[in-house]
């Protein structure tokens, strides 16, 4: 039987190695390691060839029926506009649904939006929403701890605004069961926590959604998982876009992107945020939190130095920026140049971590700066659970743009 090597399998589909390597790890095609090389026969390669160029068709079908997305300039509201630290609102309301610490309701309140409800099923998250929004609504009753699968969580959002226009439900659902290979890939359950938002959207009919989630997701099962979401908002009614933005574009010291979908179902544009910044007028690390270089330690506002030993201080100042203090780290425990966007903040220290210009790591307050959460916004639980936190939400200043895109929507009444 013949074999071919990695490298020949690449030329043949005119794709990287890497690519290859990918599938092999992920077994969708099968290999076999003869003297430290993968090895592919030929009846595994042409069975994951046959997968492999229906998938592309797909993924390139879907790529033609794609609508155009619109853009629009917020660049002065971003500016002018701030109903974190005023009392701004601009006369839409909003539901957040997997909230987590707040993140995207941040945003969402600093554009004007008043937040009526949120669920969460993290304990620390939740305590952390309650105590930032429990002034900002009158319904603090409805900030919910529990499971958005938990039917009396769901009858009482239903009973309580049954007769109430809604304007926005938002919410960055859970995507681990995405990753799934194969054809039923939405009967993982994990996957019922988006079916269930989907369920909560078609009984409250808010004019518009906003969804969010990992930049991964668009390519997951070759665009399948895209193409799903949308046809089941088209299914309830919801005319729906998709676009990827970069936390960085919009005032964020960081280079996050996230996928974002927004759907309206009363025939309205769904407007996405245009850029705000340039990649050369990025936000710094270094200008972000700068500030904090001089302040004491405070737990109360979440800036917690870690004690470190004399040997890990000297390891961490003669880290070079760029490069992590454990050479089998490539993306932990790393140090991002001071002069540039940092990394993407991810939970418990994991990406940035390392101050610098100091001998210890960057402080939960550091790091959610880094996320540009205003200095008061306070996170409960313990450090380990508020780096969770912090590394988990969505930036709120990408929030903000969202939030005045759709405003603007709303404001316009007409479609383009």
């Known amino acids: ?60 079908n879907l790529g033609k029926t794609k609508e155009k997305v619109h853009f629009i300039e917020i660049s002065e509201e971003m500016k002018k506009l701030d109903g974190w630290s005023s009392s701004y609102h601009n006369g839409y309301n909003f539901i957040d649904l997997f909230s987590g610490a707040g993140g995207l309701s941040c945003g969402l309140v600093m554009a004007g939006f008043l937040p009526l409800a949120s669920l969460e099923i993290m304990k620390q998250a939740f305590e952390t929403y309650a105590y930032n929004f429990k002034k900002r609504s009158k319904n603090k009753e409805l900030f919910k701890l529990g499971d958005i699968r938990d039917s009396k969580i769901k009858s009482e959002f239903y009973d309580h605004f049954k007769d109430q226009e809604l304007d926005l439900i938002a919410g960055g659902f859970p995507c681990q069961g995405f990753s799934m290979a194969g054809n039923r890939v939405f009967d993982d359950p994990r996957n019922n926590l ?11 009919k808010p004019k518009f959604v906003l969804m969010e989630n990992v930049q991964g997701l668009r390519t997951m099962l070759s665009g399948q998982i895209e193409a799903k979401i949308i046809k089941d908002f088209e299914k309830i009614g919801y005319k729906i876009n998709v676009a990827t933005l970069n936390s960085a574009d919009f005032g964020v010291a960081q280079i996050r992107k996230r996928v974002i979908f927004i759907a309206n179902r009363i025939g309205l544009t ?14 710094t690390l270094g200008q972000c939190i700068e500030k904090y270089m001089n302040w004491e330690e405070n737990i109360e506002i979440n800036h917690i130095f870690t004690k470190h030993s004399a040997k890990m201080r000297e390891k961490i100042l003669k880290t070079s920026e760029g490069q992590s203090v454990y050479k089998n780290y490539s993306d932990g425990w790393k140090k991002s140049p001071w002069n540039q966007p940092s990394c993407t903040v991810k939970e418990n220290h994991g990406g940035v971590n390392l101050h610098p210009k100091l001998p210890r790591v960057l402080t939960p307050r550091e790091l959610a700066a880094l996320q540009s959460f205003p200095d008061s916004f306070i996170f409960k639980g313990s450090k380990k659970w508020q780096l969770v936190q912090i590394g988990n939400a969505v930036p709120p200043l990408l929030a903000k743009a969202i939030g005045l895109a759709i405003k603007k929507s709303l404001d316009k009444k007409d479609v383009l």
Do not use: G
């Open 194 to 204: 988006y079916l269930e938002m989907l369920d909560i959207v078609a009984n409250l």
């Open 1 to 60: 039987m013949k074999y071919y090597k990695i490298s020949e399998i690449a030329n043949l589909e005119a794709v990287s190695q890497k690519f290859i390597r990918r599938e092999i790890a992920r077994k969708t095609l099968i290999s076999i390691k003869k003297n430290n090389k993968y090895l592919i026969s030929e009846f595994d390669y042409q069975k994951w060839k046959s997968s492999y160029r229906k998938q592309e068709k797909l993924r390139k």
């Open 270 to 283: 769904n407007f996405f945020p245009a850029a705000i910044l340039s990649p050369e007028n990025y936000k």
